[in-house]
């Protein structure tokens, strides 16, 4: 009896010593221990996540939306936190736009806690998705970005990656405005996964919209005349730009091959370029306006002086002709720009000297950027006279030996239309609804010397000039060819030709610019005659009456 009895003791004793330290225990993690337990709690079951802001959109001149973004999800899934796989696939399947057999593996992966089942999920499906509580499944906020017209200024407007950042193009430039502020919500979910509470910390901010001078009409009409070029002559690139000559507003930057802004990754990497203002190429006789013009405001010359012009013009090393084989004849200065004679433009290079010629190069925009908003924009490429060969003033005047962009050459050309005031180029009209300030202009021509070289860029169109066969009934119109060898081997390709064409109209009182430049055009056609002033006038003849500029 004493033995069940000393048993019992003992057995008592030890309930007591447990019971002692389980009351200890409980004490210790539920004082002493509460607080970090508490945060390990929390960081499980409480996830902070990051709100994207929705982009800004992009508008035309008119409101028209170019790029815009709505609402839209991530979803993934935690593979072990998903109870049934194969009725999970078979539920998210129809509303991830894919089939069963693609989802399955994805939520019986092994080794990992994480896997994405969509990106940029449109938010429709995303709410569909969340509507049928499946455990394990997650949906994370973001946006989508649109481009309503697709192939339209693509690669003006630019890509978006992923993650919601600027690629390229404006997109890119103006990122910081277009993004906005991300916000941040704390959810809480259960032990499946599920989120059983959400708590906005922070909202998200949209992005500012900005407004461009790009008019939505004028692009789609000049990027179908660029179509057609493209299918007349199957030219590696052609690209045209239509400006206000009196502001610097670029109402449309087109470029062919065409990138549909929707699919970006359908189009070879060369088609996303903007060659408007990042291709480099010699202009050919486009260049010859400079020496002509710095000429005439050096009072070297007027528009009836006449030069001599034998047929061919030995200069160093080199035998100058022009482009038709012609005996000697004797030109005046306004004959010899429109009918683009080499030799004619040399010999009034050679009145300025290379230090003069340089200096009118210079000013008038060539050699550095044109100071536009636009994003990756070249300087092209001018020599200085300390480089200059023996030979070089026997070619820089007719637009070999230099490089330009297109961009860069409308803008030279629009500062003769608006007066001999030089203003940068620009696209970005407004951000957030407020107009942004334009640019002063330098005046860099007497506006009686360029009304002089409006007049004589009037004769490239008329009977004898070199885009004779364009014409608008009703309006005098006024610009110049270009026809360039490109440069092959240390010498220049008897093959390979970049044909152009920059005008304006009406010439006497010029409202709108437009210029084509069309990179090797092929099937026997090459000139800025045959190939780019028929565009140009094609362009020029929708311009004229949707922009409702009176007959002059």
């Known amino acids: 009896m004493a033995s069940v ?6 057995l008592f004793f030890l309930f007591v010593v447990l019971l002692v330290l389980a009351a200890g225990r409980s004490l210790y993690l539920g ?6 337990l508490r945060r390990v ?8 996540v990051r709100v994207p802001a929705l982009r800004g959109s992009i508008y035309d001149r008119t409101g028209i939306q170019l790029a815009v973004s709505e609402p839209a999800d991530d979803v993934s899934a935690t593979p072990y936190l998903v109870p049934d796989p194969n009725t999970a696939a078979q539920r998210l399947a129809p509303l991830l736009g894919t089939t069963a057999d693609t989802v399955l593996p994805k939520l019986t992966a092994r080794g990992t806690g994480f896997v994405y089942l969509a990106r940029r999920l449109p938010d429709a499906r995303a709410r569909a998705i969340a509507a049928l509580h499946i455990p394990g499944i997650n949906l994370a906020p973001g946006g989508l970005r649109g481009y309503p017209g697709s192939l339209l200024a693509s690669q003006v407007l630019g890509t978006v990656g992923i993650d919601g950042q600027g690629l390229s193009g404006l997109e890119y430039s103006e990122d910081r405005v277009l993004r906005g502020s991300d916000g941040e919500r704390n959810v809480v979910n259960d032990a499946r996964g599920a989120p059983i509470s959400i708590q906005n910390v922070r909202p998200a901010r ?15 009409r000049v990027e179908a ?4 070029v493209g299918s007349a002559y199957s030219p590696k690139h052609a690209t045209a730009i239509v400006m206000d000559p009196r502001t610097g507003a670029i109402l449309a930057m087109a470029n062919w091959p065409a990138v549909d802004a929707n699919n970006p990754g359908a189009a070879p990497g060369e088609a996303h370029r903007n060659n408007a203002v990042a291709m480099n190429y010699e202009p050919g006789s486009t260049f010859k306006v400079v020496a002509i013009a710095g000429a005439l405001e050096e009072g070297l010359v007027t528009p009836t002086t006449s030069f001599y012009l034998p047929p061919d013009l030995q200069f160093y090393d080199r035998t100058i002709h022009d482009a038709e084989p012609r005996g000697p004849v004797t030109l005046t200065t306004a004959q010899i720009l429109a009918q683009s004679s080499n030799i004619g433009a040399i010999k009034i290079g050679l009145l300025l000297g290379r230090q003069r010629f340089d200096t009118w190069v210079r000013a008038f925009g060539f050699g550095t950027p044109t100071g536009s908003d636009l994003p990756a924009e070249d300087g092209g490429i001018v020599p200085t006279p300390s480089q200059y060969s023996g030979a070089s003033m026997g070619n820089l005047p007719i637009g070999q030996g230099e490089s330009v962009t297109a961009l860069q050459l409308a803008n030279a050309y629009a500062m003769i239309a608006n007066g001999g005031v030089l203003r940068p180029p620009h696209i970005v009209a407004a951000v957030g609804g407020r107009p942004v300030a334009v640019a002063a202009g330098r005046r860099v021509l007497d506006a009686t010397v360029a ?34 060898n490109k440069a092959d081997n240390g010498g220049y390709s008897a093959t390979r030709f970049v044909a152009s064409f920059v005008g304006f109209a009406p010439a006497r009182d010029p409202k709108v610019l437009v210029a084509v430049v069309v990179d090797e055009p092929q099937g026997g056609s090459y000139s800025g005659g045959q190939v780019a002033a028929p565009a140009f006038g094609k362009i020029m003849s929708f311009l004229l009456p949707y922009l409702k500029i009176p007959p002059g």
């Not at 009895?5 to 003992?10: H, L």
Request: net charge positive; charged share 20%.
């Open 225 to 228: 005349t660029l179509r057609q």
């Open 41 to 48: 709690a929390l960081s499980e079951q409480l996830t902070a």
């Open 206 to 220: 949209p992005g500012r919209s900005i407004g461009l001078t790009l008019d939505a009409a004028v692009e789609s």
């Open 5 to 10: 009895q000393r048993r019992i003791g003992k």
């Open 451 to 484: 009304g002089e070289v409006r007049q004589m860029l009037e004769g490239v169109l008329k009977a004898g000039g070199t885009a004779s066969e364009v014409s608008i009934p009703g309006y005098q119109l006024a610009g110049k060819t270009g026809t360039a």
């Open 31 to 36: 004082v002493y221990k509460a607080g970090m």
